[in-house]
C-alpha cells in the first residue's frame, strides 16, 4: 500500500487545516488508517484512527478538535483540524494497517504560529 499525505502548512493559533492520505489500493480492504504526529526531538504521538467498520479513536488532545474520516469512493483518509495550537506543530504521517503490516506515507508538515 502506498500513502501519499497532503494539506500541511502553516497556520495561526486558533486556525484550522485538513490534512488528506490518498491510498494506492481501495480504503475499504484496509482494516485500519490513521494517523501520528511527530514533532522535532519528541517520540511518536498517535493522534486518531478509523476502521473499514467505521470506528473510530482519537488522541486525549485530539478528541473535540481533530475529526478524522474516510472517504471509500476516493480512497482517501482525512484528518479535520481545527483550533489548532502551537504545541500541535509536528509531521503528521499517515498510515494503513492490513493483515498485520504497517504502511507509512511521507509525512505532511504542520506549523502552528503566529
Do not use: H
Request: aromatic fraction near 8%; charged fraction near 15%.
Amino acid at each position: 500500500v502506498q500513502l501519499q499525505a497532503s494539506g500541511g502548512g502553516l497556520v495561526q493559533p486558533g486556525g484550522s487545516l485538513r490534512l488528506s492520505c490518498a491510498a494506492s489500493r481501495s480504503i475499504s480492504s484496509i482494516d485500519v488508517m490513521g494517523w501520528y504526529r511527530q514533532a522535532p526531538g519528541k517520540q511518536r504521538d498517535l493522534v486518531a484512527t478509523t476502521t473499514n467498520g467505521g470506528s473510530t479513536n482519537y488522541a486525549n488532545f485530539a478528541e473535540g478538535r481533530f475529526t478524522i474520516s474516510r472517504d471509500n469512493a476516493k480512497d482517501t483518509v482525512y484528518l479535520q483540524m481545527n483550533s489548532l495550537q502551537p504545541e500541535d506543530t509536528a509531521v503528521y504521517l499517515c498510515y494503513a494497517g492490513v493483515s498485520g503490516r504497517t504502511y507509512w506515507g511521507q509525512g505532511t508538515q504542520v506549523t502552528v504560529s503566529s
